[in-house]
DNA sequence: CGATGCCTTGAGTGAATTCAACGCTTGTGG
DNA sequence: CCACAAGCGTTGAATTCACTCAAGGCATCG
């Protein structure tokens, strides 16, 4: 359905991956020179998809697996009557799709929350990847077990926080996150979230988000603009959700 | 704390890889001799540990990954006032301790849910793994993004299944992974959970929990029975839920 | 036979949901 | 340029759901 929006974008100029804007950034362990040639060639192009567009489908045989090179998706369920469960978000260098390429078939969609770029990669070269570069399969198998570890947070917070605990938790990891990769300055920059995702994250109704929010705002921790929402004392808002934040150093990519 | 209950039983007399009794078992894919061979020099002994005991504590720097290879066990996180979240629970053939392994310390904390039998594997062998077993590399990462699709799985009863719905999700998945491994033959055995335990997973409080499972009991979809239930229609219980059940082949082990 | 652990039940309270409406902004077509 | 619709945030009121509190029952175990 919103597939059709995808793609016009492809196909055009790709960023090589040696020149990849991504690498360099504090958040990310460096290439060897080797990985980086491996890399380069098992990159097969790029997929661009506006706002609101959706990147993979649930139920769908993918033949490849994405990366996030630039803006921000989100990983969902839905159940039959179209109640909705958002797992994670996808930042930059973000691994996308690995289940689908692994299992056979994906059991999440994926959408758009700003204009996406995605580096495609071929399923075939994966198995050269293990074969040949036991340092990539390592990154992969750890990516793998960090998203583990989010989902297991994420669990904790839907599962035994309070309404104001988990939402003032999943907006300091949202903007623990965008910070990593520079996404907001100062904290001065919207995250573009609805208070639909937020609530669709969280586990709770719209209204309800919408009300618990507020009383964040009141404590002056966020503030809610532009589409989007801004955090004004990080610390506060991570006193109060009683999360340790993230702890990462050379998070790999990739 | 808990932790001088382990170790009694560990280097008496260790089963022999080649000899392990999950090896022949059809939901899991078999070894090579290769394979085989490597594995049996990577497992560096047992730990066995009885009922309520914990195996692994959160916060911890452990050289070692795990496989289950008898008894059951679970996997949970502690907020600081107590209130705990299960995430997961633990059959024969599962991995535990990946996370720990990977990126130094453990994030969450495993307990003994029966009297349970783990082989220990020296984390110093896990680059050897890699470099020359990549049939194995490829089933960790299998494993690790499996286990991610479980945990989106639960995020999703957690987050958006009403109590009825999420606690019927919840009796239909471990009774299917418990059948998996021949753990109730036809049905018709216990398995051994408190009500507290079903609570602290579905994030209900334990008198919801027992009220609920009540509604279940009176539709006679489940019996509870001898410290823990059984379920009397299979298909009854998943339809409530609402959820498609596993669909697992060839699952990977170690 | 008095603990203790676990399940069960009822009553009262609090939290979160649904329902309903309104305001603001943006975009679109007449 | 205005009218109108659509999307999103906000608010209040009523209802339902889930939680806490409190107590009792029934086993098992020392």
Redesign the pocket.
């Given at each position: 359905m919103t597939g059709s929006k995808a793609g016009p974008a492809s196909g055009k100029r790709h960023t090589p991956c040696d020149k990849c804007p991504l690498r360099g950034m504090k958040a990310f362990r460096d290439f060897s020179a080797r990985e980086l040639e491996f890399v380069s060639q098992f990159k097969v192009g790029e997929l661009s998809v506006e706002r609101g567009a959706t990147v993979l489908v649930e139920g769908t045989h993918s033949p490849h697996i994405y990366t996030v090179l630039s803006g921000l998706g989100f990983r969902y369920k839905l159940l039959s009557d179209g109640r909705r469960q958002i797992m994670n978000y996808a930042f930059p260098g973000d691994l996308v799709g690995l289940q689908g390429v692994l299992m056979g078939e994906l059991d999440h969609s994926v959408e758009a929350l700003t204009p996406i770029t995605l580096c495609v990669f071929e399923r075939s070269k994966l198995d050269r990847l293990f074969t040949r570069h036991a340092s990539l399969a390592y990154d992969l198998t750890w990516i793998a077990a960090h998203e583990e570890r989010v989902l297991d947070e994420h669990l904790l917070s839907i599962g035994r926080r309070?309404?104001v605990e988990r939402t003032a938790y999943l907006l300091s990891y949202i903007h623990q996150r965008a910070r990593a990769v520079g996404l907001v300055n100062a904290g001065r920059k919207a995250i573009p979230l609805?208070?639909?995702h937020l609530a669709d994250t969280l586990?709770?109704?719209?209204?309800?988000t919408?009300?618990t929010?507020?009383k964040l705002a009141d404590r002056n921790l966020v503030r809610?603009q532009d589409?989007g929402y801004e955090v004004l004392e990080a610390d506060g808002l991570l006193k109060v959700s009683g999360w340790e934040g993230l702890k990462e150093a050379g998070r790999p990519f990739v």
């Open positions: 309070s309404a609805t208070q639909q586990g709770l109704s719209l209204v309800h919408n009300k929010i507020r809610w589409g």
